[in-house]
């Protein structure tokens, strides 16, 4: 029989008038391997049928599951109850995105204000020859972007980030690192003056104030701020 553990997860549901916030507490026989998913998943067919939570792949894919852990974002489905050795877990939702109900946020839509905003999509002159084979780019420089963009928007240097916390629209480490999968990527011909003016303010890359929470949570282990810092040298020369 393995260990019992204590979930306690924060529960408020913002679009009833009589829900108020809480914690509730569950307990629950830890099983080998047990990962966070897997334990939400039980609590909720076996205690509590309306604890809200997301989920899709399970594997870290997706970019669903993140949630506050004991203090800190993580993907539920990456996040072993093992390793957490007093057995008490307290879940709560992510801060900085619009929350749907108990330990689910709307990501998407932050993430969608995210694009829009870096105008997150090749930009060229050139007319597309649909007929015609994409204009190839040397294997180093693919693997540069490919590298940048393994990013899943599951908003976990978002929601890590103390600059988010004090600037509202700080577009985040997401977003500087979107900014520089478009720079890195030569199909794509905006300017430095164009990546300027887009992200060229507080609430772009000279707004990060390096504390570094970004990367050191990422489950993608992006070089985040190492981005962030290439981008700030590029573009203060504008200044
Ligand atoms: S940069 Fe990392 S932490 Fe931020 S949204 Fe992408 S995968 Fe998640
Ligand atoms: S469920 Fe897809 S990343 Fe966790």
């Not at 749907?100 to 709307?106: C, G, H, R, T, W």
């Given at each position: 029989m393995g260990r019992m553990i204590t979930i306690k997860a924060l529960k408020y549901n913002?679009?009833?008038?009589v829900s108020k916030a809480h914690f509730a507490k569950y307990e629950l026989e830890e099983t080998d391997g047990m990962t966070l998913f897997v334990a939400l998943t039980k609590i909720r067919e076996e205690l509590d049928h309306d604890l809200s939570f997301d989920f899709v792949?399970?594997?870290?894919?997706?970019?669903?599951?993140g949630m506050m852990v004991n203090g800190t974002p993580k993907l539920a489905c990456r996040t072993l109850t093992k390793d957490y050795e007093d057995g008490v877990i307290q879940l709560m939702p992510m801060p900085a995105f619009k929350l749907?109900?108990?330990?689910?946020?709307?990501t998407g839509e932050w993430m969608d204000g995210m694009s829009k905003r870096v105008e997150s999509w090749i930009h060229s002159n050139e007319e597309p020859d649909y007929s015609k084979l994409e204009r190839p780019i040397e294997p180093d420089v693919a693997d540069a972007v490919f590298e940048i963009d393994r990013c899943v928007e599951c908003g976990i240097c978002v929601a890590a980030c103390g600059t988010k916390l004090m600037r509202p629209d700080f577009v985040g480490a997401v977003g500087l690192n979107r900014v520089a999968r478009f720079e890195a990527d030569p199909h794509d011909q905006r300017s430095d003056e164009d990546f300027y003016e887009l992200v060229g303010d507080d609430n772009g890359v000279f707004g990060c104030m390096s504390l570094l929470a970004c990367e050191d949570n990422c489950p993608k282990h992006l070089p985040l701020q190492s981005k962030i810092a290439y981008m700030r040298r590029k573009l203060v020369a504008l200044r």
């Open positions: 913002p679009n009833s008038k792949c399970r594997a870290g894919i997706c970019g669903s599951c749907i109900k108990d330990l689910s946020v709307n």
